[in-house]
């Protein structure tokens, strides 16, 4: 059996969210061999999406399901999906186990987290965008945002689906977008079972997210985090004009011009998506030993 999975225009998060839950392996009837990816009537897409629809698609994949994506007859579209490997991403002779560079100099490539490739994409995914663009600056907040990003879904997920990322830097603006998603079991789960098993109150499924935020907060601390993962996110937002969204469970939390607000979703999220967006413009200027040491001028 096949299920034909029809994208739409929705740049709302809500109604995406809806979309995919909709669409989960949990939630259809059994007997299906094959999933359609079907882009007719899709005419944009951002990384908040190709992320989420990552983690949907890898559910297939893992259960053996065949893909395939049909009738994208957006041109810009189907140029784009294919400059970023997302065509390829599922095909068993495509090496996931490896940084695999795109064709589009504005982004980093689609890829499925490995905790032993943490490391090494973040340091590659700085020096891509300082080589590439505003080489007098360091994108070192990117560096340390991806690697909390990743460390804190590898310590608290507990995800069959492994999380997914793309970075996308828009130059005209001088802005870094960067989409996480997993299909874990949730920030406000995963915050409000550490809180029973400790004998605290429980909190609403937007404070559990405001809970997570908080510096020195973490449910399993580890030496590379130590409960400081979302809080230094979270600081380096704030220090670069930037805006953070975070969607779990039934909470949803956004930081924008340096004002906080927790929202609650009609249909609960399975996971958690994580959307940053830095001012490049407000990161530091590289010092010279820095530049000397890096790019051997």
Known sequence: MIHNIKLLNARKKGFWIRFINKNRLANLQSGINKIEIDFSQCTFIEPFHIVVLSCLIEEYYLKGMKIEFTNCIHLELNEYLNKINFYDYWNPSFDRNTYTPNKIATNLC????????????????????????????????????????????????????SGYCISQYYPNIEKVKIAVCDFGIGIPNSVNKYLRENDKSLLSEGNAIIKALEKSFSCKSHPHNRGWGLDTIRSIVLDCSGELRIISNKGAYELKNGKEEIFELKDSFSGTQIEIILDSSKFDQKEDDYIVKNFHF
């Open 110 to 161: 689609l890829w499925k987290l490995k905790p032993e490739m943490i490391t090494s994409y973040v340091v590659r995914a700085q020096e891509y965008f300082e080589n590439n663009f505003n080489s007098n600056r360091t994108f070192q907040p990117l560096n340390v945002s991806l690697a909390e990003l990743f460390n804190n879904i590898n310590d608290h997920a507990e995800s069959n689906v």
